[in-house]
């Protein structure tokens, strides 16, 4: 069964480093999305992309961040600066056709910035 | 806004008895979907049962159900013969019609089924 796939599953930074997590969506999937869970919270949405470019992004997605297809598999979060709030399990998610239909989840990436 | 609110941090329900976990939402869309995630102890977000507004009658799947009272804003999903599986954190979510597919979730459930 695809699934999407995403590394590593845990990382280790220090502050002010930048870190790239890495996904690999469902193969006929066309959206695509990054949501953060800090430990014992909600969790949020980051931003979405569609059509090689940002379709919608929320207001924790500031210019540390920025997002990335860059070979037509690769679905990447980039963050440029890590603060220690950034701890946090970051999750990638692929939709096929938009909307209503299912999203499938990545594994997650457990981000510890020290 | 869309905003989710789960007002159970955790349940508890024996092997084979049933349990209900409550979500109330809001949102001032009149196309929506609503979604019960199951979340493991392997972190990975799994569908368990998802919901059109637009449809009266409430979604299944096997053992899973939901009872949804659209005046109300209420989305409870119902899980029968619970097995030691099913323990997880469960996420009510929901995302408008209106846009690509963006998740708007609860606090989570966290559900212990014990032998």
């Known amino acids: 069964e695809p699934e999407v796939t995403q590394t590593p599953s845990h990382q280790v930074t220090q502050m002010g480093q930048e870190v790239i997590l890495r996904c690999v969506p469902i193969s006929n999937h066309l959206y695509f999305y990054w949501y953060r869970q800090i430990l014992g919270q909600k969790v949020e949405f980051l931003v979405s992309f569609y059509n090689n470019e940002i379709s919608e992004k929320s207001e924790i997605f500031d210019d540390q961040f920025s997002v990335e297809r860059p070979d037509g598999s690769n679905f990447t979060l980039k963050i440029r600066s890590t603060k220690l709030e950034d701890s946090a399990m970051y999750f990638c998610?692929?939709?096929?056709?938009?909307?209503?239909?299912?999203?499938?989840f990545g594994q997650g990436t457990r981000l510890t910035v020290v | 806004a869309q905003t989710v609110t789960q007002s159970q941090p955790e349940m508890s329900v024996q092997e084979a008895e049933t349990v209900t976990l409550s979500c109330t939402y809001d949102?001032?869309?009149?196309?929506?979907?609503l979604f019960w995630y199951k979340q493991p102890p392997s972190r990975q977000m799994i569908l368990v049962i998802r919901?059109?507004?637009?449809?009266?009658q409430n979604a299944t799947e096997n053992r899973f159900s939901v009872n949804f009272q659209k005046a109300a804003k209420s989305f409870s999903l119902k899980i029968s013969d619970s097995q030691l599986g099913d323990t997880a954190m469960y996420f009510c979510?929901?995302?408008?019609?209106?846009?690509?597919?963006?998740?708007?979730f609860g606090r989570g459930t966290q559900l212990t089924v014990w032998p």
């Open positions: 919901q059109e507004a637009y449809k009266q």
């Open positions: 949102t001032s869309e009149s196309n929506y979907y």
């Open positions: 979510a929901l995302t408008r019609g209106s846009t690509l597919g963006r998740l708007y």
């Open positions: 998610a692929s939709i096929k056709t938009g909307g209503n239909t299912e999203a499938f």
